[in-house]
């Protein structure tokens, strides 16, 4: 029996990032106060903020399915915000895909195996260098992440607390200060484009670790 139809939202005419014909996977708006946190996210209801749901050094994952459209190009854009103190790419640097590599987020195609698309981390201050992008580092992303990432912290240096900075914005190429600058050089900043090895009907997984 074929399955029922899928309504999804296309704009095959309007050129975005170079290209033409996108359809739409994810659209998650928490400014929008009817929105809920996908299952296995936590909401922060004081923030209006989705997060992990699971304690300890771990992932929580949603997928959106693509409905079996395959294709070959993925843009995108994650707004975050730091909390308390985390490592980025210094979480787990022996990690591999399939285990909380990163503290931030993480956007892969495909289960066996993940397939990485981008990876959002998220830092503590902006004066160490702790972030790959930042000036100078010795911090390097996974081989699996090479460049396809965004990375920025929330802090200038003051001490941290186990809190929300709702203040900095992550990776949205604003305030980079001190040795962070660099990470908002990223042409297209605040969104993200990536062009697949090969076309994929894969469904997309996000995934929230720390």
Known sequence: ASSPPVQVYCDLEKEFLGSKG???VANLDMTDPNEQCPQNFHL??????CGKSTDGNACD???????GVRYSKVCGR?????FAS???FRACPTCTID???VDGVSIT????????????????????????????????PPSFVGNDYYCEAGLLREPYSAVVYSDDVLWDGERCDANEA??????LLPWFCKELPEPTSDDLEVRICA
């Open 86 to 88: 985390p490592d980025g």
């Open 99 to 101: 285990e909380p590599y």
């Open 61 to 67: 994952s949603v997928k959106y399915t693509t409905s």
């Open 22 to 24: 996108w359809m739409r």
């Open 182 to 187: 660099p990470c908002c050089d990223r042409p």
């Open 109 to 140: 195609h495909g289960d066996s195996p993940r397939k990485h698309i981008w990876t959002f981390a998220a830092e503590v201050y902006e004066t160490e260098n702790f972030c790959p992008c930042s000036s100078p580092t010795d911090i390097q």
């Open 44 to 49: 922060y209801a004081e923030d209006r903020l």
């Open 78 to 82: 994650v707004a975050g915000y730091q």
